[in-house]
T-cell receptor, first 113, second 116 residues
């Protein structure tokens, strides 16, 4: 089955630790995105990548980092510099030219205490 | 600053009712507006609207865009409990190069609850 997988579903970390969220897609999509969702604020774009080895900051990139070494994978690292990391993180992808239809993964809920 | 605002933030109705969800935007270089449904986790795509006045329809759901007044509405007729979800509106912006690369700006979402 084609789709986007995110792991883990739930993640708990202590303050001050870096944590990496996984996102893999087998849709052969060129573009991938990371969003953060907080209650009452909709989705906010963290980073996006159009092609391998290239990515751009979104609206709230501070405290996050990404890499795009393979077309299928776009991991997100939440660093200790992120002030409020507890949130629901969604990964998405879209085909080149099909930018309007972004397919979303099931999300990872990160809790930092 | 680009802004997308949805209203109401939450809505509770009974099965069979008709609902209208609103999405207004203030953005530079508008390209299109999208509606998504989010039930538990992953948002699923509903509609893309690019031109004013052309209604998009899928079963009991329909949507229309007004580019002059800068808003869109999503209508759901004869609601069912399965329509309970968060409905998200997002705007795609045109970049300076003329392409948009799928960078979406989302509204806060409308939480719809349909009681039997």
């Amino acid at each position: 089955d084609g789709g986007i997988t995110q792991s883990p579903k739930y993640l708990f970390r202590k303050e001050g630790q870096n944590v990496t969220l996984s996102c893999e897609q087998n849709l052969n999509h060129d573009a991938m995105y990371w969003y953060r969702q907080d209650p009452g604020q909709g989705l906010r774009l963290i980073y996006y990548s159009q092609i391998v080895n290239d990515f751009q900051k979104g609206d709230i990139a501070e405290g996050y980092s990404v890499s795009r070494e393979k077309k299928e994978s776009f991991p997100l690292t939440v660093t200790s510099a992120q002030k409020n990391p507890t949130a629901f993180y969604l990964c998405a992808s879209s085909a080149k030219g099909g930018w309007y239809e972004q397919y979303f993964g099931p999300g990872t809920r990160l809790t930092v205490t | 600053e680009d802004k997308v605002v949805q209203s109401p933030l939450s809505l509770v109705v009974h099965e069979g009712d008709t609902v209208t969800l609103n999405c207004s935007y203030e953005v530079t270089n508008f390209r299109s507006l999208l509606w998504y449904k989010q039930e538990k986790k992953a948002p699923t795509f509903l509609f893309m609207l690019t031109s004013s006045g052309i209604e998009k329809k899928s079963g009991r759901l329909s949507s229309i865009l007004d580019k002059k007044e800068l808003f869109s509405i999503l209508n759901i007729t004869a609601t069912q409990t399965g329509d309970s979800a968060v409905y998200l509106c997002a705007v795609v912006l045109r970049t300076s190069g003329g392409t948009s690369y799928g960078k979406l700006t989302f509204g806060q979402g409308t939480i719809l609850t349909v009681h039997p």
